[in-house]
Structure formats: structure tokens, C-alpha cells
């Protein structure tokens, strides 16, 4: 069955970075880009970016863009999220999630990441 | 970026309601909307892709229409899982939008 596992919880200071994976299994992985999301506490959802299957290509949200970096590598079947300059606002549960028609059918269990001053 | 509005933002319902739930986008996005359901602690599960097709595994009472800015989730007869937060996104264009959420829980 499809399986998408990230890592743990990730305790970071204002300024640092949190690079967060997703381990999948259970599909052609080099067949699926996958999308990277996160909620704040008590809020909704924000679509941070894409990466695509081909070319690795990467779309990122405008307000991220210059602070995010999404990788794969298909020799482990894991995707990567890396967020830098971290800032209180940045607290959030981060999900992976595959998907390449703008809908997401699998996701991760999400990876808490808390940024503290 | 396309916004979504979502309404109500909280309902109360009892088992066995029929509970519908509103999904406006700020442009066309011809039929590129999609819902999804989160319970606390989990992450969101894709109910319904492209405004009315059932995602695999999702029970019959869930159901979708419209198209362009304004569409409705349908849950016919709500049963004790339902008690969840909805959410409608669109896939029209990126970067892709959530509505605010809305949260059915009992009455």
C-alpha cells in the first residue's frame, strides 16, 4: 500500500533551518511529483510548493520562495523539504502529500517543527 | 492568488443530517475543485477530486457539484465519522488555495 513517513518533531531557533523528509513506499516514486504543505496551529492549510517527477522541476509559493528548497532522490524513494531562516511564524505541522494534478491522495502523518526565539 | 471562501465557517448537525457546505473561489476555476476532510491530530484525506468525483474508498454519501466559482459538499445521512473539518481547494492554478475550513461537529 502507498506509504508516505516523515521525520520527527524538529525544535529549531529563530534563523536556523529544519530540513524535513518523506520516506515513501508502495508506488513508482520516480512516476508521482510530490507537494509540500503546512498549518499552523489551530489554522488551515498553505500549499508551499511542488516538485515534479520530471526533471525534478519545482514550482514554490511566493512566499516562501527564496527560503524553501524541494529535493527527491530516487535512489531512496525520499523526498526533502528544506526551510531556512526560520521565524516564529514558521511554527507549523509540515506535510508531504503526492499528487500531479493539483489534487493530493496520499499524505504524510506530518512533522511539527517549532521555531522558537 | 485565487481565494477561497468557505461557508458556514462551523455548523452543528446530528447524525442522521443531511449537511451541505459552500465553497466560493474569488475567480473561474472551471471544474478544478477539490474537498477533503481532517480530524484532529491527522493529516487531511481527499474526499472528492475535479468538483464531483468520489475519491476510492469514499462512502457514496459524500458528494459534490458546481462549477466555476461557487460549489457545494454534500453529506447525506451524517454518521459518527463525519464530526470532522472540511476543506475545499482549488487546482486551478498555483499556487494552490484552501478555503478557511469547516468544521462539522455535533449538535
Known amino acids: 500500500q502507498v506509504r508516505l513517513v516523515q521525520s520527527g518533531v524538529e525544535v529549531k531557533r529563530s534563523g536556523t533551518s529544519v530540513k524535513v523528509s518523506c520516506k515513501t513506499s508502495?508506488?513508482?516514486?520516480?512516476?508521482?511529483?510530490m507537494t509540500w504543505l503546512r498549518q499552523a496551529p489551530g489554522q488551515g492549510l498553505e500549499w508551499m510548493g511542488w516538485?515534479?517527477?520530471?526533471?525534478?522541476?519545482?514550482t514554490y509559493s511566493h512566499k516562501l520562495e527564496g527560503r524553501v528548497t524541494m529535493t527527491r532522490d530516487t535512489s531512496t524513494n525520499t523526498a526533502y523539504m528544506e526551510l531556512r531562516s526560520l521565524r516564529s511564524d514558521d511554527t507549523a505541522v509540515y506535510f508531504c502529500?503526492?499528487?500531479?494534478?493539483?489534487?493530493?491522495?496520499?499524505w504524510g502523518q506530518g512533522t511539527l517543527v517549532a521555531v522558537s526565539s | 492568488d485565487i481565494q477561497m471562501t468557505q461557508s458556514p465557517s462551523s455548523l452543528s448537525a446530528s447524525v442522521g443530517d443531511r449537511v451541505t457546505i459552500s465553497c466560493r473561489a474569488s475567480q473561474n476555476i472551471g471544474n478544478y475543485l477539490n474537498w477533503y476532510q481532517q480530524k484532529p491530530g491527522e493529516a487531511p484525506n481527499l474526499l472528492i477530486y475535479a468538483v464531483s468525483n468520489l475519491q476510492s474508498g469514499v462512502p457514496s454519501r459524500f458528494s459534490g457539484s458546481g462549477s466555476g466559482t461557487d460549489f457545494i459538499l454534500t453529506i447525506n445521512t451524517l454518521q459518527p465519522e463525519d464530526f470532522a473539518t472540511y476543506y475545499c481547494q482549488q487546482s486551478d492554478t498555483m499556487p494552490f488555495t484552501f478555503g478557511q475550513g469547516t468544521k462539522v461537529d455535533i449538535k
Open positions: 508502495g508506488y513508482a516514486f520516480n512516476s508521482y511529483g
Open positions: 502529500a503526492r499528487g500531479d494534478y493539483g489534487f493530493f491522495d496520499f
Open positions: 516538485i515534479s517527477a520530471y526533471k525534478d522541476s519545482t
